[in-house]
Structures are given as structure tokens and as C-alpha cells.
């Protein structure tokens, strides 16, 4: 029970609703709020507003932009044979701010679970098979997350997709660097031992 009462437990409790976001932080953050300039808050509370407003979904890749396509889908120095496929539009800011692939991506909005009702039918999939019709394409990198649901999706995607002549590939996975052997888990291990390349 919160000793909070009012605007200010509605306030905690809306912080709380955002994922990885406790009870403790999602207080820190209502007080850290609170002990803003009205016009500070006024600002992020407008900023919010205008991001729903114009943030929509690239109508080609499903990522996030404020135009019809994205600035990625747009560029025509991008190399429009190699896609990769990957969760959540976030994944595909992860991988731009590495600067480790070149090439165009498709995000699914998600990951195969039939535990939890989703099926491909519920995934961007059938949009995915659609640009892929045209030929342009002769890779797909699949970048779903290394958990049971991603792999499920990987392999589903990987079996959907090889019959139309296409090279699937997956990332590698396995020990981070500047990890220890000793810290890892055994599915990470077994993924690094089958991953192996020769040096």
C-alpha cells in the first residue's frame, strides 16, 4: 500500500507502467519531476505529445520515423540486397549506432510465443515475403534476440525463406568481449563452442 495519495501516487504510478521501471525508480523519478521548473516539465510533457504525434512507422521496414519511409529505406547508398530482420524498431537503432551493417532492415514488431497467442500471422512476416518478390534481396540477416523466441522465429523465418533461393543467415552469438569463461552460462558457451572459426 503507497502512503501516497492524489496526483502524486498517479504520477508514481503512471512512471511505474514504463518497462524496466520499478516502484523505487518510477518514485525517484515523480520527485525528480517535481523538483523541476514548471517550464522544464511543461517542455518534456510537450516533447512527449509532439513524439506520439509525428513518430509513425516506416511504411517499407516498420521502423520508427517521421515521414512516410525512413531515412534508412531512403538512402540509396544502402545495400538493398542484404536485409536484416529484427525484433523491435529499438533493435535496428542498436545496430545503426554500432555502425556494423550497411544494408536495409524489416522489423517483425515482435517475436513468435505461441504461449502467449502470437503467431506469424500477428508478425510483419507477410510484408517481408512481399519484399522479397522482387528480387532485389539475396540475404537476410535474422537479428532476433538469442532467447526461445527468437530462435523459434529464426528458424521459422530461416525455413520459410531458404525455398526461394535466398542465403539466411543468422548472427553469431556467444561470449562478449572482455568476458570470462567463468561468468558465462551454459547456453552461451554451447554457442560460442559451435560458433567457432578458425584464427
Given at each position: ?27 525517484r ?38 515521414e ?20 523491435e ?21 515482435g ?8 503467431g ?32 523459434a ?18 548472427l ?28
Open positions: 500500500m503507497t502512503i501516497y495519495l492524489g496526483a502524486l501516487a498517479r504520477l508514481i504510478d503512471e512512471l511505474g507502467r514504463m518497462p524496466g521501471v520499478g516502484p523505487k525508480t518510477a518514485q523519478l515523480a520527485f525528480y519531476l517535481l523538483r523541476q521548473e514548471r517550464g522544464e516539465v511543461e517542455r518534456l510533457a510537450n516533447t512527449l505529445v509532439e513524439a506520439k504525434d509525428r513518430i509513425r512507422y516506416c511504411a517499407t521496414c516498420f521502423s520508427l520515423c517521421e512516410e519511409t525512413c531515412p534508412i529505406c531512403r538512402d540509396a547508398r544502402r545495400d538493398a540486397s542484404t536485409l536484416c530482420v529484427v525484433e524498431p529499438n533493435d535496428v537503432f542498436v545496430l545503426e549506432r554500432a555502425k556494423v551493417f550497411r544494408g536495409r532492415y524489416h522489423v517483425l514488431m517475436t513468435l510465443s505461441p504461449l502467449d497467442g502470437i506469424p500471422e500477428d508478425l510483419k512476416i507477410t510484408e517481408l515475403l512481399k519484399r522479397l518478390k522482387d528480387g532485389t534481396v539475396k540475404e537476410i540477416v535474422v537479428a532476433t534476440n538469442p532467447d526461445v523466441e527468437g530462435e522465429t529464426a528458424i521459422y523465418l530461416g525455413k520459410l525463406i531458404k525455398p526461394l533461393g535466398l542465403s539466411v543467415t543468422r553469431a552469438s556467444g561470449l562478449p568481449a572482455g568476458g570470462d569463461l567463468e561468468y558465462a552460462d551454459d547456453i552461451t558457451l554451447g554457442q560460442a563452442m559451435s560458433g567457432r572459426r578458425e584464427i
